[in-house]
């Protein structure tokens, strides 16, 4: 959506969606660290340098930084309401992880995402963006 809004040339390619799953994952492992504990940080330092590098590569001519960044804060929104939160319980050895989170957050979240990107389309179409 950000490459429509903020650029004229076409756009095409997979790589929207990868950096939406680069984000989601990234809100996964912070939302769950003390789960994944000293590994969470070097997981989000990775993410962080991996999406950092794909952007700055981004820079090049013919290559849709706005989707690209479209695509991660999408993944990062989407996966910031759905992305399950889990928590330990019970005691050793019936431990076991439970989600936090409500069943049925994916549909709030793909409702957030949609009118969100939605309103944005929507605005550019009737002329409201910049």
Sequence with gaps: MLSFLLTDAPSLGASTAIFGLLAA????VYRNRLIFGRRA???????????LINFLIGLA??????GHL???LGGALFAWIAAPEYRV???APDMRLVDKNL????????????????AAAAGAILGFSG
Aim: net charge negative.
């Design 103 to 118: 069943p049925g957050r994916a549909w709030y979240a793909t409702l957030a995402v949609m009118l969100i990107f939605g």
């Design 41 to 51: 940080q070097l997981v989000l330092r990775s993410i962080i340098n991996i999406a």
């Design 25 to 28: 994952q990234g809100v996964f």
């Design 61 to 66: 001519p013919g290559i849709d930084n706005w």
């Design 70 to 72: 479209g695509g991660f």
């Design 89 to 91: 319980e019970g005691e």
